[in-house]
């Protein structure tokens, strides 16, 4: 018998999402993070990168503020107003000491509850291969959220007055084929669709299919695989760790 997944814990206020680019949020959970903002909860996201190597026909250098432009029309969507950039260099950004500063610093500026990434692993399950960027980052948060509660690590930090923080209570995994949790996308699948669509630049070159009817076959398959295992509700799927 299949195991079932478990709700989503609903008993925090703030939310931290961390990822690699512009747009991982949308293919992942932007469905939950409606539910979580429309419910009163704050949710910030962090981007370890703008996405600038993301579009074969756009340099970098305009890439990256258009990238930006779009996520942050995306998160705002969804009911979220706070998008910051870290501005480590899309394709090669590199898991280290230097990530996990960066995560565990906004960590400290944020002091949330929950953190949020994507898919950490080397695949997505079976045999396609996940990206350099999207491991580093996801194994980086995973680790920050301890980083950032010792003051003895990256004691540099405490200097420039971020304070440490250990109230992180999960870190929860998107677009894992190891979930354990999930949130009814039901509220927010509209508001999904919407915000992965603002992403259009990306997506046209992305696919000769028209941007709506990708971005809803998309997110729609995405929900209903979870849904069999969430009492048939369309589901976000969550890997969640608890601290």
């Not at 729609?220 to 509700?233: E, L, N, P, Q």
Request: glycine letters at 8%; one cysteine or more.
């Amino acid at each position: 018998m299949t195991q079932q997944l478990e709700p989503m814990p609903t008993d925090w206020q703030r939310a931290l999402a961390v990822v690699a680019h512009p747009d991982d949020l949308e293919y992942g959970c932007s469905a939950a993070v409606a539910s979580w903002t429309d419910a009163g909860r704050d949710v910030a996201y962090l981007l370890a990168s703008r996405g600038e190597a993301g579009i074969d026909t756009i340099a970098p250098e305009e890439c990256a503020p258009l990238r930006e432009r779009e996520q942050r029309t995306s998160a705002a969507v969804v009911g979220v107003s706070t998008v910051e950039f870290l501005d480590h260099k899309d394709g090669v950004i590199e898991y280290g000491t230097r990530l996990r500063r960066d995560i565990a610093a906004a960590i400290r500026r944020h002091r949330p509850e929950l953190l949020i990434t994507l898919n950490h692993r080397d695949t997505w399950g079976g045999s396609m291969w996940n990206t350099p960027d999207h491991r580093a980052v996801g194994r980086a948060t995973l680790d920050a959220a301890g980083d950032a509660g010792n003051r003895w690590i990256f004691p540099e930090l405490t200097e420039q007055g971020l304070e440490p923080w250990g109230g992180v209570r999960w870190v929860a995994v998107a677009g894992t084929d190891r979930p354990t949790h999930a949130v009814d996308a039901s509220e927010g699948f509209e508001r999904s669709v919407e915000s992965l669509l603002a992403h259009r630049t990306y997506i046209e070159v992305l696919t000769e299919e028209d941007p709506e009817t990708y971005c809803r076959t998309f997110l729609d398959g995405m929900s209903r695989m979870a849904a069999s295992r969430f009492g048939d509700r369309p589901a976000v799927a969550f890997e969640v760790f608890a601290r």
